[in-house]
């Protein structure tokens, strides 16, 4: 756009690009982690501007997109109950779960509330004292520390009828679970942005050390991230695989310790269910026990029937970047923005609505 | 009167008098103020006629509030049809417990605006719904307006050689609303666009009549109505990235929450599509009018690609900018 940010200056990025394309000897394959990157990368026409030896790949970072069929059936079990307001954020109010979705709970009556922030959830709790509020907790650990404020603000002021469906999860482990499949033979990860800024970058540092694969930590504009990719190249063909930043305005190498220090005050990492990948031990959060009752796993009695996937969809295989939307058969048939199937058509951070929107017929 | 709006002030008895009384010196014209059934009046030539509904969450903002952007909307609409706005209807849906100063300023704010627009509101009605039943106040305004002798605008029109103008920064609307939003105010620097632009129309108009569309890139941004031109001229366009105006703070605030500029909503901005042998002089008249000041030109129609729309992106890649579909919404991650 018009203004030359530093981070968008064309210049610079041209320069990057040559080095790139000087040093890049090795066909490689990169996988960008956040569904954010993956909308930067279309949306800027990256892709295009690589050289032929090097693959993109888009990853699991879409919290919505991961969120297992199995968990939005127990937010839409609850929002279905007497006297419960279900809030939750508006990408997850369209998704399919496996018998119905939030919108069709809510055309059908049920009390759901779209918020754009977990302090808006709060307020409605605070201003319906005879209802029970349930936050449905989606996100990593970017949004995970706000939903802890919540608690602790709601235990303050004594909110008693607040609570979370914690669905959170934790990227590091989900990293490691991709590359323990051994499906996408990967030489290089592009890290999350924001995830880094509250974790830091030392949580990769297994990822060189393990598995011998370049990190680089990237914020969400064409620089940033072009940055990454010289940084993994550079990594890549010198043979020096290690945790890289290449996003020094949003992450420091040690996080925002505050951050974590109030996540981890509130909750305690447990096992999660992820779309596509299953069960992953330790990737999850739920409250710790003294905030249990803040818990609505614990607050209600949720039995959702058994989970269904949507048919066709190949979510799970987009997540762990195995397959492409292209490679869909719904895809741009049956599955659009305005009638998606699976969630990754569903999020503006989804692969399907990027590939949707970016790509073109 | 007292200082929340009750359901009896919307029952036709006296309280709903003294209300309707209470606004009159506020709008007052004369045909307004005779208060018949329907406001009665002679016009001739091509007549643009339009209707909007306005239901914007917060009801102020930086900038503007929802009746500004009322009488803004629905100038704009007639405007971009190439037509001079004349008159409008104003009608209020009213929910009950709306403090009466809230309704006195969203007033003044109506006058304010018809005033700089030189449109006269000659027939009006208000109601006053249960708690719960609306959202504070929910503004519809129709217009009607008078298109000039040789005017023929129309998004069909778009030819390959036409050149696209957008008078300014876009998506300083949508992100000033946003930043009112309750859970995530931030301060933003720029405010809302919101203002009306027939006197910018008029004037380009009379430094050109090839103009060939307008449209004023509201809800769905500058993506949807580019997409508008492409598809019902079934022509392509090309836009150029580093060419359209975005506010930095506009920009940093669509990078933290994940959005793209080109999706966000504004309302005092209109696309022009134009002959290219006159889109100069457009163009030099368009920044003599202060809502065209930064006009410029940020791409053409070319026969390629059919009901398309290309950017070149910055970094010299292209890609193409589809219609958006369903609300934006922040990220999560
Ligand atoms: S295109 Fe639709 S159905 Fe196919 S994988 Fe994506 S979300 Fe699932």
Redesign the pocket.
């Known amino acids: 756009m018009k203004f030359v940010e530093e981070y968008r200056d064309p210049d610079l990025a041209k320069k990057l690009l040559e080095r790139i394309h000087k040093n890049s000897r090795k066909s490689i394959r990169l996988m960008e982690f956040c569904g954010g990157h993956t909308v930067a990368i279309f949306r800027h026409g990256i892709r295009q501007l690589l050289p032929d030896t090097i693959k993109m790949l888009s990853g699991p970072g879409c919290p919505v997109c991961v969120t297992a069929s199995a968990d939005l059936d127990k937010a839409i079990a609850l929002a279905d109950m007497k006297d419960v307001i279900v809030a939750s954020f508006g990408d997850m109010v369209r998704v399919p779960g496996s018998y119905s979705s939030l919108q069709k709970a809510k055309a059908d009556g049920a009390d759901i509330r779209i918020v754009y922030s977990v302090q808006d959830a709060l307020a409605i709790a605070s201003e319906n004292p005879g209802k029970q509020v349930v936050f449905v907790g989606i996100g990593f650990e970017t949004t995970a520390p706000t939903v802890a404020a919540s608690v602790l603000q709601a235990q303050t002021e004594e909110i008693v009828n607040y609570s979370i469906l914690s669905l959170h999860k934790i990227c590091p482990p989900v990293m490691k679970a991709i590359l323990d499949l051994g499906e996408v033979n990967l030489s290089g990860i592009i890290c999350p942005g924001h995830v880094s800024a509250i974790i830091g970058s030392h949580p990769y540092q297994f990822i060189p050390d393990h598995y011998g694969i370049a990190c680089a930590v990237s914020g969400f504009e064409p620089l940033d991230i072009l940055l990454a990719v010289d940084m993994l190249v550079g990594q890549i063909e010198s043979g020096q695989p290690r945790v890289e930043i290449a996003y020094r305005r949003g992450v420091k190498p040690e996080g925002n310790t505050q951050a974590v220090k109030l996540m981890e005050s509130v909750f305690e990492v447990s096992d999660a269910n992820w779309r596509g990948i299953g069960a992953i031990p330790a990737s999850g959060l739920r409250l710790r026990g003294e905030y249990g009752k803040y818990d609505a796993e614990k607050r209600f009695e949720i039995e959702p029937g058994p989970a269904i996937e949507?048919k066709?969809?190949?979510?799970?295989?987009?997540l762990r970047g195995v397959?492409t939307?292209l490679e869909?058969?719904?895809?741009?048939r049956?599955?659009?923005p305005e009638s998606?199937?699976?969630?990754?058509?569903?999020s503006s951070e989804?692969?399907?609505?990027t590939?949707?929107y970016y790509q073109g017929s | 009167m007292d200082d929340k709006i009750l359901l009896a002030h919307g029952s036709g008895g006296k309280l709903s008098h003294d209300l309707i009384e209470s606004f009159l010196p506020e709008l007052s014209n004369p045909m307004l103020d005779k208060l018949d059934d329907s406001a009665v009046f002679d016009l001739s030539g091509r007549l643009a006629f339009t209707t909007d509904s306005y239901t914007v969450n917060p009801i102020f903002f930086p900038g503007g509030d929802i009746g500004k952007l009322a009488v803004c909307g629905t100038v704009n609409d007639l405007s971009m049809s190439g037509a001079r706005p004349l008159y409008l209807s104003l009608s209020f849906i009213i929910e009950e417990g709306l403090p009466v100063a809230d309704l006195k300023k969203i007033l003044v704010s109506i006058k304010n605006t018809a005033a700089e627009a030189g449109v006269k509101i000659i027939t009006g009605d208000t109601k006053v719904v249960n708690r719960g039943s609306a959202d504070r106040i929910f503004i519809n305004i129709s217009g009607i307006g008078v298109i000039p002798e040789g005017v023929d605008i129309s998004a069909a029109n778009a030819r390959p050689g036409d050149k696209i103008i957008i008078n300014g920064n876009i998506g300083d609307h949508g992100i000033a609303v946003l930043s009112q939003r309750e859970g995530l105010e931030f301060k933003l620097p720029v405010p809302s666009d919101c203002a009306p632009l027939n006197g910018l129309v008029s004037e380009m108009l009379a430094a050109s009549k090839k103009i060939r569309c307008l449209r004023d890139p509201t809800r769905g941004g500058l993506a949807t109505t580019l997409n508008d031109f492409a598809e019902q001229s079934s022509f392509g366009i090309i836009i150029e990235e580093e060419r359209i105006p975005v506010h930095r703070a506009v920009m940093a605030a669509c990078e933290l929450f994940g959005f793209d500029p080109l999706y966000i909503a504004n309302e005092g901005k209109l696309a022009a599509v134009v002959a290219a042998e006159d889109a100069e002089v457009i163009l030099a008249e368009m920044k003599r009018n202060k809502y065209g000041k930064d006009a410029v030109i940020i791409g053409e129609v070319v026969a390629g690609h059919p009901g398309q729309v290309v950017m070149k992106t910055t970094l010299g890649a292209s890609r193409i900018v589809d219609m958006p579909v369903g609300e934006l919404l922040p990220r999560i991650c």
């Open positions: 949507p066709g969809c190949i979510c799970g295989s987009i397959s939307p869909c058969r719904l895809f741009r049956t599955c659009t998606p199937v699976g969630p990754c058509m569903v989804g692969t399907c609505a590939y949707y």
